[in-house]
């Protein structure tokens, strides 16, 4: 059982990634995913999360309006659009899925998260 984070690179101020987050092992369509990341010194901050079964997104209003999450279940993969990053943007970036059906804010911290992918760095120059 595996996640794995991908897409992120060096980017400059205004531009946009997709990440992805690829599972093996089990059916990310029935889990809850969401994408966190974290900046040196910094706690892991949520970004997005969609629902397991109705497909709701959630973002925090820090990021709303330049984050999309979406997944696409018969490549089992979670995505991550991202767009008008800034350097503040910079961060290690991951993906986690949940299988308990958190809801509502207690969905976006770490705790409820099964799995965790391994990270892909984002670096936003200006």
């Known amino acids: 059982v595996q996640l794995q984070a991908s897409g992120g690179g060096l980017v400059q101020a205004g531009g946009s990634l997709r990440l992805s987050c690829a599972a093996s092992g089990f059916t990310i369509s029935v889990y809850g995913v969401a994408w966190f990341r974290q900046a040196p010194g910094k706690e892991r901050e949520f970004l997005a999360r969609?629902?397991?079964?109705?497909?709701?997104?959630y973002f925090p209003d820090s990021v709303k309006g330049r984050l999309t999450i979406s997944r696409d279940n018969a490549k089992n993969l979670v995505y991550l659009q991202m767009n008008s990053l800034k350097p503040e943007d910079t961060a290690v970036y991951y993906c986690a899925a949940d299988r308990s059906g958190c809801s509502g804010s207690g969905c976006y911290v770490t705790v409820p998260y099964d799995y965790w992918g391994q990270g892909t760095q984002v670096t936003v120059s200006s």
């Open positions: 969609i629902d397991r079964s109705s497909g709701m997104t």
